[in-house]
C-alpha cells in the first residue's frame, strides 16, 4: 500500500463521539472511521449530521497534510477510504489545547465579552480532557497536579498548537475563511508528542470572512440549520478556492 505496508483492519478498539478506532496488523497504526453522529455540551446534545464522517475524513486529511509539509508532524499516515485513515497509535495525553484568534464561546461567556472581537494575541487554554468532570479549564499547575502532562510536554504542545494557527489561519484566509479557535488534541508516540485527534469543522470554529455565517459545528449547536451544507462548503474551499462562492 505505502512505506508502512499493506494494513489489515482488526478488531474495534475504542468508539468515540464522533470516531471508531480499529487495531491493525501493524502495532504502530491504528484505523479510524469517521461516524455521522453529532454531540455537544459534552454529550448532552445528541444528533446527527449527515455525511459529516465523509466531510471530516477529508478536511482533517488536508489540514494534516498541509501541517506535514510545513514541517509540523503528526499522526495522519495516509487515506483508506471515503471516511477512513490510518493514524500513528498515539498514548493520548488527556490534555485539550485550545487556541482563540477571536471571542467566541465560551470565552465570551466567561469574561463577559462580546463574540466577534479579535484578539490582540492568540489566546491558549488548557482543559483536562475527562467526560466525568466536563472537561474542566486548567491551568499549567492543575495539569501537573493530575499528572496529565509533564513540564517539558505542557510547553512542546502550546509551541506545537501555535505553530498550528500560523499555517492553518494564512491558508484560510486566503479561502475567506476566518479561523476564530480551534481545539487539538496531542499525545505520545515513543517519547515524541505528536498532534493527533482531528482538525475538522467539529474541533474549529470557521466563519465566512465576508458575512461572518457561521461554517462550523456551531450550526449544530444553535439548532441554525444548514449544518451538512457549512462543512460541504469548507471541504469545497480547501480543495479549490472561493471565487465562485
Known sequence: ??????????????????????ATNNADILWVQYKDDATAFNGLKKGQISNKGYYNNQIASIFFQLLQKAGIDNHFVMMLGERE????????????????????????????LTEGIQLAKP?????????????PLINDDHALLVKAATVNQLAEIKRQALAVNEV????????DILLVDFKLE??????QVLLGDEISP??????????GEKMDKDRFRRDLGQVEEAYAEILKRLQGGVENV
Open 1 to 22: 500500500m505505502n512505506q508502512v505496508g499493506e494494513l489489515v483492519k482488526g478488531n474495534e478498539l475504542y468508539q468515540g463521539k464522533a470516531k471508531r478506532i480499529y
Open 85 to 112: 485513515m490510518a493514524v500513528k497509535a498515539l498514548k493520548i495525553l488527556p490534555v485539550e489545547v485550545v487556541v482563540r484568534n477571536v471571542v467566541a464561546g465560551s470565552l465570551a461567556k466567561r469574561l463577559g
Open 123 to 135: 489566546v491558549v487554554e488548557l482543559y483536562y480532557k475527562d467526560d466525568a468532570l466536563g472537561d
Open 168 to 175: 492553518i489561519a494564512p491558508i484560510l484566509k486566503a479561502k
Open 186 to 191: 496531542f499525545g505520545l508516540f515513543g517519547d
Open 202 to 211: 467539529d474541533t474549529c470554529r470557521f466563519w465566512d470572512i465576508k458575512t
